[in-house]
């Protein structure tokens, strides 16, 4: 994805300037997880601060630093594509992130155009890489074990909506799931404290922030490596003197999902009620031959316990299909697993193997076909689901954060707090009596009038109407 170029640049300048006395140019493209996106966003506000120009347009420079992604085949496959295509139009290239920390040398001998490689735990080095680069050298910056975690004094330049901003509590992860390569590509976990993560987010919510996501690998775990313990419940309630609306958290694990930590959800006002969990499978022995003991017995008994104590929780979760040794009864109890859940929003993949990872080697490797036949039977199961958990919003006025307008129709798209950034659905709006509507950035009551599997529909509430709504409701209640 193209990447727009920062509003302005430090004037302390460390790049050489080009015949014109300019500094030079430098393009992004941007591949992965939102994990990956932060770290893109650390070395467009390190290159801007050394006086770097970057641009949103490729064609502008010689020069393109592609943040790639190696978490699955698919992924590897659409960062090659585009390190070639950017190749074969004359681009000389940065390698950076998880394809650079995976593969290594590789990169430098199969593509002439690399002239760098920087590892996932390397971002912080771009700009003397970039020097490096310009001096003739070709380098590789890829540390054998990435160790570095940003905080909130490294340059950052956002690229997502002046409204929604990711925050990375911590990198890496301990575990050592059978079918997962992270560990080797961003090393153990290191949590950030709890003090710079609050002070970042006071820096976000400065810039306008309405809307912020908490990211790590695990991050229910936070906070383990540093006192002994998970301090997920002490990061929200700090949270709470933030001066930010919607504070969200993803990567949630059962086993993290404590009594206090979800008091924390219940009692923080600005922490949605959004759980997203990856659980993976259900049956037994299926999370047996995932490394994933641990989650058969929990996790029936956590969602009880999420239902109870959070009523209006919304449930996301993840499941791989096609798992080594998956037979027709081990994906029947995941079938009537997520019939009896009935969980909000469902993604399913089928299982990927990835090299240098346990689950490559397993034996009774399921066809990919079957694989595949065993994702569409899930996702024809959850879409009904799915269609009947969101209709059960409509009638409700809910705050939705504006994220697109069409000035010609007056239409509007947003989100609710059931919806997160760029993996959920969205809200489409209409205006309201006497043409309410909203800029993009903004929360507005909406009044949820219709709903498909997906999305949702609404109209732009006043203060009179939701003061009439508040007066029914108490006279039906009295």
């Known amino acids: 994805m193209g990447l727009p170029t920062p509003a302005s640049a430090s004037s302390r300048s460390s790049a050489p300037p080009d015949a014109a006395g300019r500094s030079p140019t430098v393009a992004f493209a941007h591949l992965g997880c939102e994990k990956n996106r932060v770290d893109t966003e650390h070395m467009l506000g390190l290159l801007a601060e050394a006086g770097y120009r970057v641009s949103a347009d490729e064609n502008e420079a010689s020069v393109v630093v592609v943040n790639t992604c190696s978490f699955i085949q698919d992924a590897r496959e659409e960062s090659v594509r585009t390190l070639v295509d950017l190749a074969e139009q004359g681009k000389e290239l940065i390698i950076a992130g998880c394809l650079a920390q995976h593969f290594q040398e590789e990169l430098l001998e199969s ?45 950052r330049y956002r690229t997502t909506s002046e409204a929604v901003a990711y925050l990375k509590v911590a990198e890496g992860c301990d575990y050592r799931c059978a079918f997962c390569i992270i560990p080797k590509l961003r090393g153990d976990q290191r949590s950030r404290p709890i003090d710079s993560i609050v002070a970042e987010a006071h820096q976000l919510a400065d810039q306008g922030v309405q809307e912020l996501v908490l990211i790590s690998q695990i991050t229910t775990n936070y906070g383990l490596d540093l006192v002994g313990k998970p ?3 002490e990061l929200l309630r700090a949270l709470a003197a933030v001066e930010i609306p919607w504070i969200r958290v993803h990567y949630a694990y059962p086993t993290g999902l404590t009594a206090e930590v979800l008091a924390a959800y219940r009692e923080v006002p600005n922490v949605l009620p959004y759980l997203d969990l990856p659980l993976q499978h259900s049956h037994p022995e299926v999370l047996r031959a995932m490394n994933r003991p641990w989650q058969a017995d929990v996790t029936a008994g956590v969602l009880g316990r999420i239902r109870e104590q959070l009523p209006d929780a919304v449930l996301r979760t993840t499941f791989i299909v096609g798992f080594p040794g998956e037979t027709e009864e081990h994906f029947q109890h995941l079938l009537a697993f997520v019939a009896e859940q009935r969980f909000d929003h469902v993604g399913v993949f089928t299982f990927s193997a ?22 569409d039977r899930l996702m024809a199961l959850q879409q009904p689901i799915a269609a009947e958990r969101n209709s059960a919003w409509v009638g409700r006025i809910v705050d939705v954060l504006i994220e697109q307008d069409n000035p010609t129709t007056g239409e509007m798209i947003g989100r609710c707090a059931r919806f997160a950034p760029e993996v959920d659905g969205e809200v489409r709006i209409s205006p309201g009596i006497g043409g309410l509507s909203a800029a993009p950035g903004t929360m507005v009551p909406v009044r949820i009038t219709a709903a498909d599997t997906y999305d949702l529909r609404g109209t732009v509430v006043g203060a009179a109407a939701m003061v009439q709504e508040v007066r029914g409701e108490r ?3 009295s």
């Open 231 to 233: 301090q997920l419940a």
């Open 475 to 477: 006279r039906q209640g």
């Open 111 to 155: 593509l002439p155009e690399a002239r760098a490689i920087v590892g996932t735990g390397d971002y912080q080095h771009i700009v003397s890489v970039l020097q490096r680069v310009e001096a003739g050298e070709r380098v590789n910056q890829v540390s054998a074990t990435p160790t570095f975690v940003a905080d909130e004094h490294l340059p």
């Open 354 to 375: 990835e090299e240098g990872t346990t689950a490559a080697k397993l034996p009774d490797q399921v066809p990919i076909e079957v694989a595949q036949e065993r994702r």
